[in-house]
């Protein structure tokens, strides 16, 4: 098993990418804390985990709020006794414009998307330096991240700060052994995706012209946690079937 007795955080597990990356880190011989503000979703997960004997347990927790954070990290190491693996995944999409921006809309998208990675940095780092333990963090950017489209002011903010974060706290934390790494999904069939406008013309931006599964982007987030990757480190490895590279050509 790859991943055999590490012990892994993944926010957003309730769902798509989260509940994906739950499925495979625990098949690979992970225990998993499974933390969502939706429970009934992360307890869905769970129950899917355990029905082929992987072992992992739920957290409810709003990522906005650095002391729920804190406590997850807390949470997860009074579980299983340390923690390797911290996947930074949770995250919302809205629609706003610039010039109509809505400031509770605003701050709540900054608040689980930028914030909510921020803490999770921290909070995990911290219990890693601790414990002596040379982990992993990794966290969900977006294309959005790295390229820009109408209409999605906070979305873009949120997920271009994601990136530099992840490069920032990369350097902070080499030192300890511990790898920073960002990844950033093209259009995935998630319930998140339902949020974008037009969501069908979407996947002939990527080369293959096929929306990406969470299945797939749990694969190569699995790699990213192995020893094997060990040389990615501050890196924002794309994961978008070439949609930013060649998305001009490929939407003709």
Not at 16 to 41: F, M, P, Q, S, W
Not at 194 to 216: A, D, L
Not at 230 to 249: A, C, E, P, R, Y
Request: proline content about 2%.
């Amino acid at each position: 098993m790859l991943l055999n007795n590490k012990v892994a955080v993944i926010t957003g597990g309730a769902s798509g990418i989260g509940r994906a990356t739950a499925l495979k880190y625990t098949n690979e011989g992970a225990k998993v804390v499974v933390a969502d503000y939706n429970e009934e979703g992360a307890n869905e997960t769970v129950e899917l985990i355990r029905s082929f004997g992987g072992e992992a347990v739920t957290y409810k927790v709003d990522v906005s709020k650095f002391g729920e954070v804190k406590a997850l990290v807390d949470f997860a190491v009074d579980t299983y006794k340390t923690i390797d693996i911290m996947f930074n995944n949770a995250g919302i999409s809205r629609a706003n414009l610039i010039n109509e921006l809505n400031e509770e809309l605003y701050h709540q998208t900054l608040g689980v998307n930028q914030h909510g990675v921020a803490y999770g940095i921290a909070a995990a780092s911290n219990k890693m330096i601790g414990l002596g333990v040379k982990g992993v963090i990794i966290n969900t950017a977006s294309v959005y991240g790295i390229m820009a489209s109408r209409g999605f002011f906070p979305y873009h903010v949120s997920k271009g700060a994601v990136v530099m974060m992840t490069k920032s706290a990369a350097l902070d934390l080499a030192p300890y052994g511990i790898r920073v790494i960002g990844v950033a999904p093209g259009f995935v069939s998630t319930p998140l995706i339902k949020g974008i406008r037009e969501v069908e013309q979407h996947k002939n931006y990527h080369m293959r012209k096929e929306f990406i599964t969470p299945e797939e982007i749990a694969d190569t987030v699995c790699i990213l946690a192995m020893k094997e990757a060990n040389v990615v480190n501050g890196s924002v490895v794309m994961l978008d079937d070439g949609l930013t590279s060649f998305k001009g050509h490929l939407s003709k």
